[in-house]
């Protein structure tokens, strides 16, 4: 089964700037969208960003958009969420998820997860 390791969290002050990274040891990495997700304490896991298996951005939502970029190097099996203007709502875990196709989207649509990695937006 193919895992994901994600990196790159940590503290950072509001207006701040996180690159968070996730790598993948499947053989089938570039045949699958990628999503990055969050959950914060007492809410919903949700999905905050999605991009096709050739690197096509199919998804942000709404509070991140113009914030955040999500990319891919399908060479290193990694995907990366670049996150800036933090705020102190962004606080939260963040996950990397494989999809189940070329295109997934949606949070039914991902199957494999890695572990987490927490990012806090001090005020």
């Known amino acids: 089964q193919a895992q994901l390791v994600e990196s790159g969290g940590g503290l950072v002050q509001a207006g701040g700037s996180l690159r968070l990274s996730c790598r993948s040891s499947?053989?089938?990495?570039?045949?699958?969208?990628m999503g990055w997700f969050r959950q914060a304490p007492g809410k919903e896991r949700e999905v905050v960003a999605a991009i096709s298996w050739g690197g096509t951005p199919l998804y942000y939502s709404d509070s991140v958009k113009g914030r955040f970029t999500i990319s891919r190097d399908n060479g290193e099996n990694t995907v990366y969420l670049q996150m800036n203007s933090l705020k102190p709502e962004d606080t939260a875990v963040y996950y990397c998820?494989?999809?189940?196709?070329?295109?997934?989207?949606?949070?039914?649509?991902?199957?494999?997860w890695g572990q987490g990695t927490q990012v806090t937006v001090s005020s």
């Open positions: 998820a494989a999809g189940k196709s070329g295109w997934s989207v949606g949070l039914t649509d991902f199957g494999y």
């Open positions: 499947s053989s089938t990495f570039s045949s699958y969208a």
